[in-house]
T-cell receptor, first 114, second 112 residues
C-alpha cells in the first residue's frame, strides 16, 4: 500500500516569504507527526496530531510555525516570514493510533530559504 | 531533558566485518528505544526497537539490547554487507509520550 507522501519534494523560497508543506499519511492512521532535520543532525520533533487536534506542539520553535490537520488526514505545515535558519528537511510520519506504535516516515520536503 | 548520544561517523568497514555503533541515552522514567536507518535516497525506516529493560530488538541480522544499568542501546551486527551502507539513528520516546528524540546519526560505509 501507499506510504506517507510529502509535497513538494523540494522548495526554494526567499527570506520573508510564506511556505506551506503538505503531508499525506498512510490511510487510516490517526496519529501524524512533523519533524525537522537540519544538515548533519537527527530529526527534531515539531508537533504531533491525534486526529484533527494537536496533542503536543511543544517542538514548534516559534509562532512563525503553524500546522493544521482539519479533517484528520492530510496535514499542512505553514511557515510565515521564513528565515535562512529554517532551511532543513521537514519530515512527516504517521502511525496507526499513537503511543507505542511504529512511526512510518515520508521522504521529506527539502526547504531552502535564500 | 531527555537526549540520545551516539558515536560519530563515518564508520568504515570491510564486508563481513563485525559492527558496533554505540548509543547511550538520558531519560527520566522508562523510555522506549529505537534504531532507525536511512538508506541512500530513501526515507527513515524503523530497524528495531525495545520497550523495556533487558529486551533485545532484532531485525535483518542487527541486534540491540536495552541496558538500563548502563543507559545504552548499542547496535551490533555480526557480518555487515555492502547493502548495509546507510545512516543509522538511535532514538527514544520518553515514557508515555509519542515524540521521538533522535541522536545525530552515524554513517556506515561498507566496502567489498
Amino acid at each position: 500500500g501507499a506510504g506517507v507522501s510529502q509535497t513538494p519534494s523540494n522548495k526554494v523560497t526567499e527570506k520573508g516569504k510564506y511556505v506551506e508543506l503538505r503531508c499525506d499519511p498512510i490511510s487510516g492512521h490517526t496519529a501524524l507527526y512533523w519533524y525537522r532535520q537540519s544538515l548533519g543532525q537527527g530529526p527534531e520533533f515539531l508537533i504531533y496530531f491525534q486526529g484533527t487536534g494537536a496533542a503536543d506542539d511543544s517542538g514548534l520553535p516559534n509562532d512563525r510555525f503553524f500546522a493544521v490537520r482539519p479533517e484528520g488526514s492530510v496535514s499542512t505545515l505553514k511557515i510565515q516570514r521564513t528565515e535562512r535558519g529554517d532551511s532543513a528537511v521537514y519530515l512527516c510520519a504517521s502511525s496507526p493510533s499513537g503511543v507505542g506504535e511504529t512511526q512510518y516516515f515520508g521522504p521529506g520536503t527539502r526547504l531552502l530559504v535564500l | 531533558g531527555d537526549s540520545v548520544t551516539q558515536m560519530e561517523g563515518p564508520v568504515t568497514l570491510s564486508e563481513e566485518a563485525f559492527l558496533t555503533i554505540n548509543c547511550t541515552y538520558t531519560a527520566t522514567g522508562y523510555p522506549s528505544l529505537f534504531w532507525y536507518v536511512q538508506y541512500p535516497g530513501e526515507g527513515l525506516q524503523l530497524l528495531l526497537k525495545a520497550t523495556k529493560a533487558d529486551d533485545k530488538g532484532s531485525n535483518k541480522g542487527f541486534e540491540a539490547t536495552y541496558r538500563k544499568e548502563t543507559t545504552s542501546f548499542h547496535l551490533e551486527k555480526g557480518s555487515v554487507q555492502v547493502s548495509d551502507s546507510a545512516v543509522y539513528f538511535c532514538a527514544l520516546t520518553p515514557y508515555n509520550t509519542d515524540k521521538l528524540i533522535f541522536g545525530t546519526g552515524t554513517r556506515l560505509q561498507v566496502f567489498p
